[in-house]
């Protein structure tokens, strides 16, 4: 039987960015399932499923949280995230259109392992998805949200001509 493949988890409420960001992700090439929540309240069900799971169920590649939705913010969701002892090993990504450094500041304070602004190149988001896949290898006694490194993803890599 072949393993499932990684899911992708992506919280924003406007439908044009989780259409985006999908086809990004199609880009890279990276087999996933790609699973979206147009809330936060959404997420937290799906994820407080997986926390509550006997045995415990795959945690996601990574998660990627719009920070500014109707209802529960993404940075509120994040620190709901924080919260729960069994979801520490899930690197979440906080997209936003703005760079205010308040808000990547927050973020990281918060427990994010980077923060991308919208819209990504397709470089930056493979570059973003090897490290998550980078962390899902990584020994479970070694995983820890800590151990991936901050860094704010510049979004425009520019794409170097073959």
Not at 47 to 73: H, N, Q, W, Y
Not at 127 to 135: D, H, M, S, Y
């Amino acid at each position: 039987m072949p393993a499932p493949q990684p899911q992708i988890f992506v919280v924003d409420d406007e439908p044009d960015d989780i259409f985006f960001l999908r086809r990004l992700v199609q880009m890279v090439g990276r087999p996933h399932q790609f699973q979206p929540f147009g809330n936060a309240d959404a997420a937290i069900v799906a994820l407080s499923a997986i926390a509550s799971s006997e045995p415990r169920a795959e945690l996601p590649l990574v998660c990627f949280l719009d920070i500014k939705m109707v209802g529960t913010s993404g940075f509120d969701l994040l620190k709901w995230i924080r919260g729960q002892k069994a979801l520490d090993a899930l690197p979440v990504i906080m997209i936003s259109s703005s760079d205010y450094p308040d808000d990547v500041d927050r973020a990281r304070e918060l427990g994010a392992q980077a923060y991308l602004k919208k819209y990504p190149s397709v470089q930056a988001m493979e570059k973003v998805l090897a490290e998550a896949e980078n962390f899902a290898a990584s020994p479970p006694a070694k995983k820890t949200f800590l151990q991936w490194t901050y860094r704010f993803v510049e979004s425009r890599d520019t794409v170097l001509a073959k």
